[in-house]
């Protein structure tokens, strides 16, 4: 038999060393990478309408042979123009690309070419404006005409017509040495396809319910082992023995009052669940939820202060040198004002002085430090901590599953805080996070003032100029913030360093205007940082390393130009930046929304500031993957099953996962075994501590 993981992808046909190493870039190595690559989306040229019958208005799918390819420049906008002719002996039509110059080589006279998109008519002639294409084989090729076409990721020098053939090839040659993980009395039990009819069906289904069958049967699958893996670390975790750690009431109510606000019963709530946690035997994993500003931070200081009073080191690990920092000057001010009377705190990022680093180093494993405030410096092999007690992971989706295990493996089973800003509806939670238990800071402090968002067109560009004079003249803050400006897209986006040079001569020329971005290094973003908390400037110009931390109370206003380019989460995060003081505050979305997608995120930044709304929203629109990053999260191994739209399918493998794992909590029963063989095989992060049994 072939283990198909272990068979290279150069067995198949049609791949040497050359496309071996592209497709490698696209994370394919093995034969059962290539049949686990599925299609993005599918096209379907069952039905090629003639061009003589087109109908405008709708979307359709063309052939037809090049009968021209040309170039210009437009007058008017100065884009750059690629016009094709196709022609299919019935009738013409034209084609219209705009900035994409390399079409111009890619059309030759006589290819074949098939198009889909919307079709309409201009000045009286019959086109269609950046249409999917292809240039395919002659017009019998039974993988790219008359059938539904899978169309899938790309990487450069790999088309989607070799793609295709080279899966369909693959499929041919492995099909049936793919083997049926799924146990067949669940598989039956749910009417579910085999596997090998499944992979074949999800590239070149007949009809899509085919497609729509293969899609939840390898979705149900990938819910299934996923949740076992899941319930097993959360059932390893309990078994361990951890570190009981308590404070007295009074102490508690110390901390507590040393504020000058009331805390929210949604965070007193949350440190209640973290009391009991933490005295009991076993480590505390605990999820905590809340929205951007709703005070998180707070109740992860309580856990540091409740173990250094029982005596314990604890650390907080954040994603960025920025958040590390503020988080440590946060906490110094809490030492000062006797919050954390006599805690030693200390910073450990990797930009600091190699001296500097290990002195830090040496004090945490003397037991020096009571508090490491750090990114996943933290990490590294020098750190080891004396008597770690309590780790916190601030913005958890930024770290990997893996990173997390090395973190809390540097104490003898330490009690940890997971924090997350990307609320998640709790259902969805329950199921992605299983492992950990939730606490969920639903409620914003009272005493905040309200973010007002509005939608200007491009062309209103002065009137929001004007709106921040005004603002900034009544002593606010602004913040300006540009997206990052990929290479392919430099035409017409503003970079924020242009934008800088145009404000400070021009526009806001009567006020201080500062800029930051990604490519500064760290002591020039301190800098500018600074700059902007004393006010020496009142309008920060920025890309989106605003979007995680920085905390400055008398900024209130935001404009986000060419918001629609930002993903939903992304803007609630950048607006969350804003309304932090006691002052009302303004989001200012600036854009002309292009696409569909885009159009869909204004509208709904608009309706709502709800963060678990934007999230159940973000997810239905983009899909887990994108959702929660794309590297390190352990949810990037759901390659297909998406628990936004397939909750249904979720529920029904996690009903049969909590059966199993009830059964036979450490899949010791001989039928068992492959299970947990399946398991190690594809999520060994997840039972990196699992040494109990
Ligand atoms: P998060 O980490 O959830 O984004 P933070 O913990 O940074 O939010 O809180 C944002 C700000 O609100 C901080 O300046 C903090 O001191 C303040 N804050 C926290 N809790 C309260 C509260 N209950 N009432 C008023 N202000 C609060
Ligand atoms: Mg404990």
Redesign the pocket.
């Known amino acids: 038999m072939n283990k198909l993981n272990e068979t290279s992808v150069q067995f198949v046909k049609g791949v040497g060393p050359v496309k071996k190493k592209l497709f490698s870039n696209l994370g394919i190595e093995s034969v059962e990478d290539l049949l686990y690559y599925f299609p993005r989306h599918y096209q379907d040229r069952r039905e090629i309408i003639p061009l003589a019958q087109v109908k405008i208005g709708e979307y359709q799918t063309i052939t037809g042979l090049v009968l021209s390819c040309k170039s210009r420049r437009s007058y008017y906008t100065k884009k750059h123009v690629t016009e094709v002719v196709l022609d299919d002996k019935s009738g013409r039509i034209f084609l219209t690309w705009f900035n994409q110059p390399y079409l111009d080589h890619y059309f030759r006279k006589d290819v074949r070419v098939v198009c889909y998109g919307k079709v309409d008519m201009y000045k009286d002639r019959i086109q269609m404006v950046s249409p999917e294409y292809e240039v395919i084989e002659g017009d019998d090729d039974p993988l790219s005409l008359k059938c539904i076409v899978p169309i899938y990721p790309l990487t450069r020098g790999i088309t989607q017509r070799y793609l295709r053939k080279t899966i369909s090839q693959c499929i041919e040659k492995f099909r049936d040495d793919l083997v049926d993980e799924l146990p067949i009395n669940v598989r039956s039990k749910y009417k579910l396809s085999n596997i090998n009819s499944s992979i074949n069906n999800i590239h070149f289904p007949k009809d899509f319910n085919q497609q729509e069958e293969a899609l939840r049967r390898i979705s149900f699958e990938e819910f299934y082992f996923f949740q076992i893996s899941i319930i097993l670390r959360r059932l390893s975790i309990k078994f361990k023995k951890g570190i009981s750690q308590k404070i007295s009431d009074a102490e508690a109510l110390e901390f507590i009052n040393s504020?000058e606000?009331?805390?929210?019963s949604a965070?007193r709530r949350a440190i209640a669940d973290m009391r009991s946690d933490m005295e009991g035997n076993g480590p505390m994993h605990r999820l905590l939820q809340?929205?951007?500003?709703?005070?998180?931070?707070?109740?992860?200081i309580f856990g540091c202060f409740l173990s250094f009073k029982a005596g314990h080191q604890s650390c907080i690990m954040a994603p960025t040198e920025i958040l590390a920092r503020q988080h440590y000057e946060?906490i110094e001010s809490m030492v000062d004002s006797g919050t954390l009377k006599g805690m030693r705190v200390e910073l450990l990022v990797s930009a600091m002085k190699k001296n500097e680093k290990e002195e830090v180093c040496r004090k945490i494993s003397a037991g020096e430090v009571d508090l490491v405030l750090g990114t996943h410096a933290l990490i590294s092999e020098e750190v080891n901590f004396k008597d770690l007690g309590f780790v916190v992971i601030?913005e958890q989706h930024k770290f990997g599953v893996r990173q997390r295990a090395l973190l809390t493996d540097k104490g003898g089973n330490p009690d940890v805080l997971i924090?997350t800003?990307t609320p998640i509806p709790r259902t969805l939670c329950i199921t992605l996070y299983g492992d950990l238990d939730i606490s969920i800071?639903d409620e914003m402090?009272?005493?905040?003032g309200k973010v007002r968002t509005i939608h200007y067109n491009e062309d209103h560009l002065e009137e929001v100029y004007d709106i921040v004079r005004k603002k900034v003249s009544e002593g606010s803050q602004a913040y300006f913030v540009y997206p990052i400006i990929e290479e392919s897209e430099t035409l017409d986006l503003k970079a924020a360093e242009d934008m800088f040079k145009l404000f400070s001569k021009k526009v806001f020329k009567d006020f201080k205007v500062g800029l930051l971005h990604g490519q500064m290094n760290r002591n020039e973003t301190q800098q500018i940082m600074t700059s902007f908390v004393n006010r020496d400037i009142d309008i920060l110009v920025a890309t989106t390393v605003l979007e995680v931390g920085v905390?400055v109370?008398t900024a209130n206003v935001m404009v986000v130009e060419h918001a629609d380019r930002f993903g939903l989460a992304q803007l609630h995060q950048l607006r969350?930046r804003v309304g932090?003081g006691k002052e009302d505050a303004l989001c200012l979305l600036v854009c002309d929304p292009r696409t569909d997608e885009g159009k869909e995120r204004i509208k709904a930044i608009l309706s709502t500031s709800d963060g678990f709304k934007i999230a159940q929203h973000d997810l239905e629109i983009r899909g887990p993957g994108r959702f929660f990053g794309r590297h390190q999260h352990g949810l990037n191994e759901l390659k297909v099953a998406n628990p936004a739209t397939q909750l249904d399918i979720l529920e029904m493998a996690r009903k049969e996962a909590v059966a199993l794992t009830v059964a036979d909590p450490k899949l010791e029963k001989d039928a068992n075994i492959v299970i947990k063989k399946i398991i190690k095989r594809r999520y060994p992060t997840y039972l990196i501590d699992v040494k109990a049994g």
């Open positions: 504020f606000f009331e805390l929210t965070q809340g929205d951007v500003g709703s005070g998180k931070t707070l109740v992860a946060n601030d924090m800003a800071i402090p009272k005493s905040r905390d109370k969350g932090r």
